[in-house]
């Protein structure tokens, strides 16, 4: 299964751009970027455009779709659910632990030091008192902004882990932390409260068979929901349910000495592909489940590389080749990537939570970017000699990267 990802961002044009990606377990593939000027406010309009994109998938394929939480793609999301019964909408887990973030720092205690902190950079860390609350959501935030290893087996666990951090830092007195608790547990169930995180907590064997997992009954209704979602027949349903008896219950293969050993070393759709094979409808479930992502930032690195794209001086012909330009370049950017994660072994280790609990430093080093900054390798007329559908001469080219583009959409001539 695979998770179709989707975000957007207003130019200095005014335009909203919004791109498209689809993220498995093999990585991330850029599809499209649209201009969406025209339909970003309206519901129905989304709704028809994420449609229109899960069927060029094939539904089959798509698990979930993945926005932003703002009011017409939520409604476009449900509509989407409405129409599609097997898939799941989600809102992006980035922005809402970013829009917790931002709710802190409107907090009349919070604010001036905030602002002041904005100007300069090291004001921040004279105000331990305020890493004590942020430090432990910014490090959520980098888990579900990673795109090494899928992180929605996580973020149940790690929210929880934040909380009790938090509450940690100031001495388990509630009254000092109780106005952030309240701001993190109004906007995980006005946002991230999704039965499909629920159901990724619960199959993860690293908290499964934990000495302290006990799950409530908001978990056990989440899995439930998510089963009958995903498995419209009831039959089938009923067969899932034994077979997770036997998952409960570390019953055959699951107590296996190398599947107890490898409960929080591998990563959970993993550890299902090797030890669920005796529950082969279960496995199927658990692994399209496991191997999701739960934000959408993948579409958001260099929204100034798309500049380009959406300009309405170029004629079709141009287009056509600019936008299989940038097809090609993020993608084998995004190959790259993911090729040198397997080369690392990056893809067998679970994602550790234990950091969360630290109180290490969060400004890490600028990421490098997948698409250069420099935008002068989008330039049509200097990769394809074309003016206004005009040909001309050629200048000399990288032919790599046109073989790469006339490979994966055809020729034009």
């Known amino acids: 299964g695979c998770t179709l990802m989707c975000d957007g961002w207003t130019d200095g044009k005014g335009r909203s751009l919004t791109n498209f990606l689809v993220n498995s377990p093999s990585g991330t593939v850029f599809l499209k970027s649209i201009d969406t000027s025209d339909v970003i406010k309206d519901g129905k309009k989304m709704f ?87 430090i432990p959501l910014v490090k959520v935030l980098r888990l579900v902004d990673g795109h090494s290893k899928p992180a929605s087996p996580y973020i149940y666990e790690a929210m929880d882990r934040a909380k009790k951090k938090i509450a940690k830092n100031f001495q388990m ?139 309405k001086r170029r004629n079709r012909l141009e287009q056509q080749r600019l936008n299989a330009l940038v097809y090609v370049k993020y993608n084998l950017q995004l190959e790259m990537r993911q090729n040198s994660r397997e080369e690392n072994g990056d893809t067998y280790d679970p994602i550790c939570l234990s950091d969360i609990e630290s109180n290490d430093e969060w400004i890490t080093e600028k990421e490098n970017p997948c698409l250069p900054i420099d935008a002068s390798w989008m330039d049509v007329h200097e990769c394809f000699g074309v003016d206004d559908g005009a040909p001309k001469k050629k200048r000399k080219r990288g032919n790599y990267l046109y073989l790469k583009v006339s490979l994966e959409l055809g020729s034009w001539n």
């Not at 409107?106 to 030091?113: H, K, W």
């Open 173 to 311: 007195q509630e009254s000092r932390y109780k106005k952030v608790w309240k701001i993190i547990d109004t906007r995980w169930n006005l946002q991230l409260h999704r039965p499909l995180h629920a159901a990724s907590y619960y199959l993860n064997p690293r908290y499964h068979y934990d000495k302290n997992f006990n799950p409530d009954s908001e978990v056990l209704i989440g899995l439930y929901e998510t089963f009958q979602r995903m498995v419209p027949d009831i039959r089938t349903r009923v067969i899932i349910d034994q077979q997770l008896e036997k998952f409960k219950g570390a019953k055959e293969i699951f107590g296996m000495d190398m599947a107890i050993a490898t409960r929080d070393k591998k990563q959970p759709a993993l550890w299902w592909e090797s030890y669920g094979g005796r529950g082969k409808e279960l496995q199927k479930v658990a692994m399209r489940i496991l191997s999701l992502t739960c934000s959408a930032t993948g579409c958001e690195r260099n929204w100034s590389t798309f500049d380009q794209v959406h300009t």
């Open 48 to 134: 028809e455009l994420l449609d229109n994109i899960v069927e060029e998938i094939g539904e089959e394929h798509v698990v979930q779709v993945v926005t932003d939480g703002t009011s017409n793609l939520v409604a476009a999301g449900q509509m989407l659910m409405e129409k599609r019964t097997k898939l799941f909408w989600s809102p992006c887990a980035a922005h809402f632990l970013d829009l917790i973030l931002e709710d802190i720092g409107e907090l009349p205690v919070f604010y001036n030091t905030i602002a002041n902190a904005k100007k300069i950079t090291t004001y921040i860390y004279k105000h331990t008192w305020i890493l004590n609350f942020v």
